[in-house]
Structure formats: structure tokens, C-alpha cells
């Protein structure tokens, strides 16, 4: 049921999935379909592709007719539709923003990556001592080695090894964070719940796939497992979700606890300074920090690597100085027994300290969230050979230090502690500047990871700000940032300690890795298909060693730190909902198209007058006419000579090419003028055009479409010896692909050349006579034809473009569940309202704009 609504804006496609049987660009598979007695093909695709072929009535109208002819199966070549031509002349694949730099911009770039990446984990000597051994005291030198040792093999195990050698490489062409490795299964295994994949997605360059070969038939087994249970599709969405929410939960803890830790250290250098003055100086330092994200991440990342080299120099070398003026002996803490020793000692105690002890890990999910921003090998060299060693350095200065002095509050601000007086100042300067610093690198992580969750269908859209001329993965998102802000202040003011800051920091952090290691362990089965022992000793020692932190925190909840559990809960709904309700609405849509009897019925009219111009109508879906074109029919006096079904829709792959962008295919026969096409965006590509280029792009597209078409029907023509042949043609067509790859098609690329004879309109029959009275007398009909369309697509563009929206809602029925009723018609309604209208991102006039709206019930 569908009622009419003066509803606004446009529909933005969601998220989709692709057939991971096809390889790369130039890969040949075949395929078995169906062959009747005379000879034509019966594809095996949807239902919907007998609107391509129109008029022409192949055995794909008639189930009866299925029955009762007598059946073969043939191997044939893959099946490539229209929509396919042009990207088959794409010869390779977009490289990395960084594969070709120099190496003096790669050093650069290093640089940058101290800035924004390594922030968080190069602050964590501030406070991680404090939180362990405020949970489990110090009593004694033991107590100390244990504590350092195990700090020591955290960093080791979870940032070195799981995240700098194993993780990073899990990117999805140089896109990290959750959804990204999302991204990446969905393109080899058909997982996503939004159900508007096509098998031309798989011919985008960038999506590179390897497809699994028939040995490996883990691999296979685990796609077809993924691809036919609902269930594990769900299961999987509900860990992105789960992943995705922490970070923006991370997003908020992350600065505070950085920004109160090294505000922290004015109680050492001032006796008179009170826990409250230091939250009121970290508020400030907050406001300023989120003020300044709008500048981007490429100026302040050069801007403020300098000052993060200073503290990480500063680390070491307060390190060092500790070492040689303390206890040197405490690098015996790199031998793991001393770990025994502690639990032994302390049992409880030391159970509770491991979440003090994960903090000194904090920040690598940063590392492959921010991924997007540099390359993989910058972020590699500088941990291994710059970050990591003065992090170890650092500590070890710090435990030299407590092995002389563990007696009182020391322990409490350990780091300060350990300073040089005569370097107290300028040391507690530039740790407030790495403070500030360190809160970015989750703010820029959560910018990535919404970005990608609403191009994939499973965030309200936002208002997003490309902040490099560049690096289009470099963004700022102003409602996220002001969002961030407000709850960061409000989690500053209401957590005590820096104990109770530390335990929800904790959760978030292991809420992130815990999902990330389920997900790369999907990729290593699915996609790498290395050997299962490697695979097996991956999550069994990483899922362990976060399983037992998580026991920790978790036991802890209660001391304050369930505030962040809830508002990762709230960003949870808040995706699900959305995501939910966008499945429901797009299912409803194509249970609503209209049927091409219908269009077939109404004829070339349209049941109206066709107005000189274009009409490019939006929405939703990619295959079937949408029921709101029927509103349009029925509302408006005149209709356009020229209409064109445009569906934005946002693929799984991180870029797709500016001349992959448009897809087109035929809607109804030649002579109704009616055509769909499909704009294709990466999670990480920036709609920067405006309507004017757009429509230039699009037009453009469109004429090479029909330039290509009619070659291939040129092509096809040529090995007709009778006109036998030539109908047998009209059921069964052959595209020989620029590689020189020849494709059986299902459906005819071009209705017959006859049809153009006949008008569409008063207006545009006098065009199209007057076209054809000038026309060369030396071309061939098919070159004449090809000519007339071409010349009325230039009139119709000269005439105007009108952007006809489709804006469409749904409402639960009154039947459904109360709990139904309540996500539909209330918290998915409220989301819509509020979120930003696809109007916004067309920068159009108002006076090109024409809407109409429907309510579905679902």
C-alpha cells in the first residue's frame, strides 16, 4: 500500500554486494545455462531483466513455456548486460594515493603519521603505571619487575605484532577500520542485508578480487556458509555495528583521559592544585582541541609532528636517564617469569591491574583506523623504529625509578614523578601538547568509520567536509565533532578518577580489538586462505589475551565506567535501526515497481504529453521502473521526451574510478526514450561536482553508451547472413569485449532499429522528421538512426534538466509488533527527519528541483 505524501528529498543507495565468482578485470569464467531446442538462451539471472528486452518476448516471459520445452545445458562465457560496456574500458586498476611518492615525501608522510596516528599510544606512559598500581599497590621490587613485564610484552604482542604485522595488511586498498574489512568481505562473499548488488560491481577496477580457487575448499565452503545463512549475516553486521560504536566510544575517552592525565602533572609541579581546578583547565583544553579539527588532518598533522617527536625524544631520553641514574637491572623485566611472579603474588590484584596494563596499548586501533590517511609502510617504520623504542624506554625509565621510590603516592603520577626537576616544566609542556595531539588520533578514526558506515547503508547521512585537495580520505564531519565534544565534557565531569576513566577506556579499546580480530580472522579464511594452523594460533592467542583484559575491565563496570558501555549502546541503535529500516524500505520498493506490461500499455506517450528536456528522477533501485515514476504519470500534466532513472549508489570498494562512474541501460523499447543509470561512489570517494558538471558527465556517458551500442549491434548485424538469423539475434546476443574476451548476452543491447520510426511525441516527432530530412543520404540506416538519438539527446539537454525526486517513507502497518511500530514509525522516522537530505548533496537550484513523495507500509 502506497499513499501519496508531500514529502521531500532523495534516496541514497546503501551498501552492496557483488558476485565473488568473478575475478579480476580481465578474468574469463564460464558459466552453465540453459539452451532450448531453437537455440536461445535462457539466462539464469533475476526477474527483472525481462524489462530489457521490451517488446520482444523470449522464453523468459512465460513460466509455462519453461515447462514445457525440452532443455540443455551449455557452457558459455560470462554474462556481461549493457550495464557492463563501460567498464569493461578500464584497463587497470586506481593505485594508492602514496604508492608513488618520492622518498623525501614518504619521510614526510612519516612524519605526519607521529601526529595523527601514534598520538594516543605515545601518551599512554602517563597514566598507564598510575591506573595498575593504583589497582594492585606496590610492595615491593617484584611487584614492579612484574608490572613492567608485563607492559612490556603487551606492547609486544598487540600493538607490534598483531596490529603493525598482521592487521594493517588486512586494509581494503589502503582503508582501514572495521567497516573497511567489512567492505572487503562483503566483495567476496555476498553478506550484505541490503539486497541491491549487481554482477556489474565486480567489474570495478578497484575491487581487484581474488577469487577462491577450487583446491582450497575451506574457502569455499566458508562463502558458501556466509552467503546462505541469514543468521551469520546478521551476526556479522551486528559485530561491525558492535566494532564501529566503540570507536565513536573511543572518540570520546580517548581525549579525556589523554587531556586529564597530562593536566594531571600540575598536582606534582603544584602542591596547591586540586583535582577539581584540573578538570576545569582539561575542559578548556577541550574546547580548544575540538575547535581546531575543522583545520584538517594534513596542516595539523605537519604542524604538530614536530612536537610529537620532541615528546617521544623526550621519552627516551628521560628513560635513559632514569636507567643510568636508578636501577639499570630492570630490563630483566623481558623475561616473561616475572609475569608469573606478579599474578603469584598479588592473584586478584593482578587480575585487576590488567586493565591498567592494556592501557599502555591504547591507540592501535588507530593505527589501522587512521590507515586511510597514510600508507601502510609509513605507519610500519615509524612504530618499529621510532615509536616503539622510546615507549620501552620510557618505561623502563619509569620502573627504574619506582624500584628506588614505590613508597607513598609516588606511584600515583609515576610519570611525572620520574621527571627531572630541572626539566619538570618543559617535559609537563610538551605532554600537554601530546595530550591534545593523542585526542585527535580517535577523532580522526571515528571520522573514517563513520564515513564508511554511511556510505555502506548503516549511518544516517551527515554533512561531511573534505579538508585535503589531495587525499580525498582526509575528511571532518562537523555534527560528529560538536557531538564528540558534548559527551566528552559531560564523561570528563561526572568520572571522578583517573582509575575510573581508565577502566571505561579499557572496554572501549577492547571492544574495537576484539571485533577487529573476529573480522581479520574472516579475511585470513575467506580471502587470504593461508594455512589453518596460522589462522587457528592468530585467534587463540589474540582472542584469548583480549578475552582475559575484557574480564578485567568488565568486572570493574560498576565503578562508573558503564557510561561508556551505554553510549556505545545508543550508537549501536542508532546504526542498527537505520540500517533496518533502509533494508525494509528498499525491499518495499521493489516489491512496488511497476510492471513493464504497464509501461508497455501506456506506450510511448506515457498515457501524456512529452515536454522538450531531460528528467533525471532518482531513486533507489537498481533494476525495475520505481512505483514513484507512477506518482509522477499521474500527477504532472507532461512528462519529459527524455527520462532518465538515476540511483546513487555506493559500492564496497574505497574509490571507483571517474570513468566507471555511470552505468546505462535501456528502459522500455528505443522509442520511449527512457533510460537507467547507475552512479557508483567507494565508501571513501567525495561527491565534490556540482549539478552542472554532473549533468555534463552523465550526458556524456550517455552518448558513449549509444555510440558503443550501436557498434556492438554493428557488430552483430555483420555475421547476420539472413533475416532468420538476424531475429535468433534478438533472444541471444554475443559482446566481444575490448580484451578481445567474447560474452553471451541474455537480453538484446538494442531494441530494433525500426522502432525509432515511431514518435514519442508532437514535439518530438516534428524534431525527429526534421533530423531525418537533413540526414546524409550516403550513411546506412543504422548510422542515421545512431545519429537522430544522438542530436535529439542535445536538443533534450538544450531544452533543460529537471531533477525529479522520488522521496519515499514507510510507516509499520497496524497490525505489526508494538516494538515494530516503535523503530518504524518513530526512532527511523526521527533519524530521517534529521538526518541530511539528498537535496543538499546535489547543489541544485530549487527551480530545477520537482518532488514527490510516498508513504510505504511495511
Not at 504497464?598 to 533501485?621: D, Q, S
Not at 537522430?788 to 510507516?811: M, Q, T
Amino acid at each position: 500500500m502506497a499513499e501519496e505524501n508531500g514529502g521531500t528529498g532523495s534516496s541514497v543507495g546503501g551498501g552492496s554486494d557483488i558476485n565473488s565468482r568473478l575475478a579480476s578485470l580481465d578474468s574469463v569464467e564460464s558459466r552453465w545455462v540453459f539452451q532450448d531446442d531453437d537455440d536461445s538462451v535462457m539466462d539464469d539471472d533475476d526477474e527483472d531483466e525481462e524489462e530489457d528486452v521490451a517488446h520482444h518476448r523470449t522464453v523468459l516471459d512465460s513460466d509455462d513455456d519453461d515447462d514445457n520445452a525440452e532443455q540443455r545445458l551449455i557452457r558459455t562465457g560470462p554474462r556481461i548486460d549493457s550495464f557492463d560496456v563501460e567498464a569493461l574500458e578500464i584497463p587497470s586498476a586506481q593505485r594508492n594515493d602514496y604508492e608513488d611518492f618520492s622518498v623525501g615525501r614518504k619521510i614526510i608522510v612519516a612524519f605526519q603519521t607521529l601526529g595523527i596516528v601514534f598520538g594516543d599510544v605515545g601518551t599512554s606512559p602517563l597514566y598507564a603505571f598510575d591506573v595498575m598500581f593504583t589497582k594492585a599497590p606496590i610492595k615491593g621490587k617484584e611487584d614492579v619487575l612484574g608490572a613492567l613485564s608485563l607492559v612490556l610484552y603487551t606492547l609486544i604482542l598487540i600493538p607490534l605484532i598483531k596490529y603493525v604485522l598482521v592487521v594493517l595488511w588486512a586494509n581494503d586498498d589502503g582503508e582501514g577500520g572495521t567497516f573497511a574489512l567489512y567492505s572487503l568481505i562483503c566483495r567476496h562473499a555476498k553478506v550484505s542485508l541490503l539486497p541491491n548488488q549487481l554482477p556489474s560491481d565486480a567489474r570495478i577496477s578497484s575491487f581487484r578480487l581474488k577469487v577462491p580457487s577450487a583446491e582450497l575448499e575451506r574457502s569455499l565452503k566458508i562463502k558458501e556458509r556466509l552467503e546462505t545463512s541469514q543468521t551469520l549475516k546478521k551476526l556479522l553486521l551486528i559485530l561491525v555495528l558492535a566494532g564501529t560504536s566503540m570507536v565513536i566510544a573511543d572518540g570520546v575517552v580517548t581525549p579525556a583521559m589523554s587531556v586529564m592525565s597530562a593536566v594531571g602533572g600540575l598536582k606534582v609541579g603544584v602542591a596547591a592544585i586540586k583535582q577539581d581546578q584540573v578538570k576545569m583547565i582539561s575542559v578548556a583544553f577541550l574546547v580548544i582541541l575540538f575547535s581546531v579539527q575543522k583545520f584538517g588532518t594534513s596542516k595539523v598533522g605537519l604542524g604538530v609532528g614536530p612536537a610529537l617527536f620532541i615528546w617521544f625524544c623526550s621519552l627516551a631520553g628521560i628513560g635513559i636517564y632514569n636507567l643510568v641514574k636508578y636501577d639499570s637491572s630492570v630490563v630483566r623485566a623481558f623475561n616473561p617469569v616475572y609475569i608469573y611472579y606478579f599474578f603469584k603474588r598479588n592473584s586478584t590484584k593482578a587480575w585487576r591491574a590488567l586493565g591498567g596494563c592494556l592501557l599502555c596499548a591504547t591507540g592501535s586501533e588507530a593505527m589501522f583506523a587512521d590507515l586511510c590517511y597514510f600508507s601502510v609502510r609509513s605507519i610500519q617504520l615509524t612504530f618499529v623504529f621510532l615509536v616503539l623504542p622510546c615507549l620501552l624506554l620510557g618505561y623502563l625509565g619509569q620502573a627504574a625509578y619506582l624500584m628506588e621510590n614505590h613508597t607513598g603516592d609516588v606511584a600515583e603520577q609515576a610519570f611525572f614523578s620520574s621527571v627531572p626537576s630541572g626539566a619538570f616544566w618543559p617535559v609537563f609542556l610538551i605532554a600537554n601538547i601530546a595530550a591534545l595531539i593523542a585526542s585527535r588520533a580517535m577523532t580522526t578514526a571515528t571520522f573514517s568509520c563513520i564515513k564508511q558506515s554511511t556510505a555502506l547503508g548503516c549511518f544516517p547521512r551527515l554533512k561531511i567536509i573534505h579538508t585535503s585537495r589531495k587525499f580525498m580520505g582526509q575528511i571532518y564531519i562537523p555534527v560528529i565533532n560538536w557531538f564528540l565534544l558534548v559527551v566528552c565534557l559531560l564523561f570528563v565531569c561526572s568520572i571522578s578518577s583517573i582509575t575510573e576513566m581508565g577502566n571505561a577506556y579499557g572496554i572501549a579499546e577492547l571492544g574495537v580489538m576484539m571485533m577487529t580480530t573476529v573480522l581479520v580472522t574472516i579475511v585470513m579464511l575467506l580471502i587470504w586462505q593461508i594455512n589453518i594452523i596460522i589462522v587457528l594460533s592468530f585467534v587463540v592467542i589474540f582472542l584469548g589475551i583480549e578475552l582475559t583484559f575484557f574480564s578485567s575491565v568488565l568486572a570493574l563496570v560498576g565503578d562508573g565506567s558503564w557510561i561508556i558501555l551505554v553510549f556505545a549502546a545508543i550508537m549501536f541503535l542508532i546504526m542498527y535501526i537505520w540500517n533496518y529500516g533502509s533494508k525494509l524500505k528498499y525491499e518495499t520498493e521493489v516489491k512496488k515497481k511497476l510492471s513493464m506490461d504497464l509501461m508497455r500499455e501506456l506506450g510511448p506517450n506515457l498515457g501524456t504529453i512529452r515536454a522538450p528536456g531531460i528528467g533525471l528522477l532518482y531513486n533507489e533501485l537498481v533494476k525495475g521502473i520505481p512505483a514513484i515514476f507512477g506518482h509522477f504519470l499521474t500527477t504532472l500534466p507532461a512528462i519529459h521526451s527524455m527520462i532518465i532513472f538515476v540511483c546513487i549508489k555506493y559500492v564496497p570498494v574505497p574509490v571507483v574510478p571517474q570513468g566507471e562512474r555511470f552505468l546505462f541501460r535501456r528502459v522500455c523499447p528505443k522509442s520511449y526514450h527512457i533510460f537507467r543509470c547507475i552512479a557508483r561512489y567507494g565508501y571513501k570517494d567525495v561527491r565534490k561536482e556540482n549539478h552542472q558538471a554532473f549533468e555534463q558527465l552523465l550526458i556524456e556517458s550517455l552518448e558513449k553508451f549509444i555510440r558503443r551500442e550501436a557498434q556492438e549491434r554493428s557488430l552483430e548485424s555483420d555475421g547476420d547472413d539472413d533475416t532468420d538469423s538476424e531475429e535468433e539475434s534478438a533472444c541471444t546476443r554475443v559482446l566481444i569485449a575490448p580484451n578481445g574476451s567474447v560474452y553471451s548476452l541474455g537480453v538484446p543491447l538494442l531494441d530494433d532499429y525500426r522502432d525509432t520510426s515511431k514518435p514519442i511525441s508532437e514535439a518530438s516527432t516534428s524534431e525527429e522528421v526534421k533530423l531525418g530530412t537533413s540526414a546524409d543520404p550516403t550513411m546506412s540506416d543504422p548510422e542515421q538512426s545512431l545519429e537522430r538519438e544522438l542530436s535529439f539527446i542535445r536538443k533534450a539537454k538544450e531544452s533543460g534538466v529537471v531533477y525529479l525526486l522520488g522521496h519515499g517513507d514507510i510507516r509499520a502497518r497496524k497490525d505489526s509488533w508494538f516494538i515494530k511500530k516503535l523503530v518504524i514509525n518513530y526512532f527511523y522516522a526521527f533519524l530521517r527527519k534529521n538526518c541530511r537530505r539528498g537535496v543538499a548533496n546535489l547543489s541544485v537550484p530549487h527551480s530545477h528541483l520537482m518532488q514527490v513523495g510516498m508513504t510505504y507500509m511495511v
